[in-house]
């Protein structure tokens, strides 16, 4: 039962301004840093490439350094890989890799699979020893890397593109040529909490922090878009030269194109030989790309999600922190959408709030991934959660939705998983979640929950105080669990210990109810129940028949501390703390009961309450 909408006093305060607080750093944390240089040459004509790549690696570990990896993505579109293996057993295979009982992977043949292996590795010039397990290349060093010290690796790679199965490769089912995503050999990350060579088998980000200065060249007739600033755009022309000027034509049949993106723990590129190239400068913000097909069917959308776009740059703006790259590209690519730095991969043959729904969800985790670099692998609910939540926000403001509640979706999709018996704690490893569905919901809904279900425990405007003091101390960071809880808490001065490990670390679930309301000679007696394991803050709504309005409002004991009144028009009463282990809650108003009407467990409704009939008692007519 979904409780009547005259009860939904829902009201979203987006709040600016905040103190400066200090950075919550663990002191034991430290993240590597890396300089790539890359140049590749790609066939167009059989999707092979070759590339150099020089890196400068900084071990700023407190540890000697004596093995490194890297991530060789291509691999996994082999027959027999992890990736397809995992994909024959699970069993709700992602249909855009399974296609009528079989995997896309298995049924690839030699010039279509995907491959990316080092030919030759140096160390500050001296050969070092590798071998390529799966995706994963194990990297033993001629000489330890000293906390603190710098080692150069040189690399010669080559590779071939896969036919695109999921989210990078070539010639997707829309016909753009390269989606170039996870196709370098990528350094793993050595950060606070150890080694990360995850194989790829579903997800993939984490990497290390780094500046990229990469130079692609292939058939001058392809148009490139993605990660980084482009270099030499008088030579290159294809909608990148300044405005009004002229671009000689290449003489030889390719061009090289040179792009630099600092500050990136990724690096992506599409190419298309058909692709239209708009660009929008935004007042105050990044210049936008947009790289299209060709097609009269896709130029309206794609024109009209250009405004769009802006918007949503602004909403983010303001809402979590300013974006600090000078561009974002929307690039017609991949499969469905897919974030990457400065950039997303999206297909384009879609509706137009589709389209503004996907581009939107996208460009969210250039601030929740790309900047809040989160191990996705590990936390993957602190990137598409979020990333889910403020773009649930922004889609509600930019397509003027005027949802009471816009993440009314998300409960119901958990309500659903945690009442299927299906449900692992989100603390699970991405990989490691028993079918693709239980990921999908945990990830995406229950991690948008967390952050709206924050706002009903400490208030609507500290949760927007937490988001923006979030991204202010964690940027260019790799944040954990543990750091937007201490946010939440500096900023709301409540403790939410309890909050963060039932909600992420179990699947106990939370359902409170009103078990009775008595009239006690010329006053009410309410009793309320807690009969899930999650405790919970209550706020309670009395309407009566007058049509007057009141609430009341019971922190928990290890909250230590309270809300705002999320309903300053309403007068609120403060209860006595709420002790957990309590299984009850009873207190007295000084009312007779036949001037009540209703009484409302949380009409937000925020609180993921699973069953929401026990949270209403109406006065029989
Ligand atoms: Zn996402």
Redesign the pocket.
């Known amino acids: 039962m979904v409780l009547k909408n005259k009860f939904l006093i829902f009201s979203f305060v987006l709040f600016a301004g905040l103190g400066s607080l200090q950075a919550q750093t663990n002191h034991s944390y430290w993240q590597q840093h890396a300089d790539y240089k890359m140049e590749v040459v790609m066939n167009v004509e059989n999707y092979q490439y070759t590339g150099t790549q020089t890196l400068v690696y900084t071990n700023n570990s407190p540890d000697d350094l004596n093995r490194v990896y890297f991530h060789m993505y291509f691999n996994a579109f082999q027959p027999g890989s992890e990736m397809d293996i995992r994909l024959q057993n699970i069993q709700d295979p992602d249909g855009r890799m399974f296609v009528e009982g079989q995997s896309r992977i298995a049924n690839l043949n030699p010039d279509e699979i995907g491959y990316l292996r080092a030919s030759s590795l140096t160390q500050d010039g001296e050969d070092v020893s590798f071998s390529l397990e799966g995706t994963v290349l194990e990297v033993q060093l001629v000489k330890p890397i000293p906390a603190g010290g710098k080692s150069t690796f040189d690399m010669k790679f080559e590779g071939q593109v896969p036919l695109q199965i999921r989210r990078s490769g070539r010639n997707n089912s829309e016909g753009v040529a390269l989606s170039m995503s996870q196709w370098y050999p990528k350094l793993a990350e050595y950060d606070f909490e150890g080694w990360h060579a995850d194989p790829y088998i579903s997800r993939e980000f984490h990497g290390v922090w780094a500046d990229f200065d990469v130079k692609l060249t292939l058939d001058k007739n392809y148009i490139v878009g993605g990660s980084g600033y482009l270099q030499n755009p008088q030579e290159i022309g294809h909608g990148y030269e300044a405005h009004g000027s002229k671009v000689k034509k290449p003489r030889g049949k390719t061009l090289t194109w040179h792009f630099k993106a600092p500050m990136v723990h990724d690096f992506m590129w599409a190419a298309d030989p058909e692709y239209i190239h708009d660009s929008l400068k935004m007042e105050n913000g990044p210049t936008l790309h947009f790289f299209y097909k060709n097609k009269p069917e896709l130029l309206e959308n794609w024109k009209n999600l250009q405004p769009k776009t802006a918007e949503a740059m602004n909403f983010f703006n303001e809402n979590i922190g300013k974006y600090p790259y000078d561009q974002y590209s929307v690039i017609q690519g991949g499969d469905g ?3 990457y730095a400065m950039a997303t991969l999206i297909t384009g043959e879609r509706k137009f709030e589709s389209l503004v729904g996907v581009t939107i ?2 460009m ?2 250039s601030w929740f ?1 790309h900047v809040l670099a989160t191990n996705e692998l590990k936390h993957e609910w602190m ?2 959660g979020f ?2 939540f403020i773009s649930s926000l922004c889609m509600n403001e930019v397509m003027k939705q005027e949802k009471d509640n816009p993440f009314e979706s998300a409960y119901n999709s958990y309500y659903s998983l945690a009442q299927s018996g299906k449900e692992q704690p989100q603390a699970t490893h991405a990989d490691r979640y028993k079918i693709n569905a239980a990921y999908g919901i945990s990830a ?1 809904n229950k991690g948008s929950i967390f952050l709206s279900q924050l706002g009903y425990v400490i208030g609507q405007d500290k949760l927007m105080e937490t988001l923006r003091s979030y991204y202010d101390n964690y940027k260019f960071k790799h944040p954990i669990p543990n750091d937007v809880k201490r946010t939440a808490e500096k900023v709301s001065g409540i403790e939410l210990g309890w909050y963060l490990t039932d909600w992420t670390e179990t699947t106990n679930t939370i359902d409170y109810g009103i078990k009775e309301v008595q009239a006690e000679s010329n006053k009410t007696k309410i009793i309320l129940e807690r009969k899930g394991l999650m405790p919970m803050p209550i706020d309670l709504l009395l309407v009566y028949e007058d049509g007057t309005r009141e609430t009341f409002y019971t922190p928990l004991r290890i909250m230590r501390g309270q809300k705002d009144n999320p309903y300053p028009n309403i007068e609120r009463t403060i209860l006595p703390d709420w002790p957990w282990a309590y299984p009850t809650f009873e207190f007295v108003i000084d009312k007779p009961i036949n001037t009540i009407k209703a009484v409302v467990i949380d009409p937000s409704q925020l609180m993921a309450d699973i069953n929401l009939e026990n949270n209403i008692w109406q006065a029989s007519e």
């Open positions: 959408g897919m974030e969800h996208e969210a985790h991934q990137d598409e990333t889910q995406y």
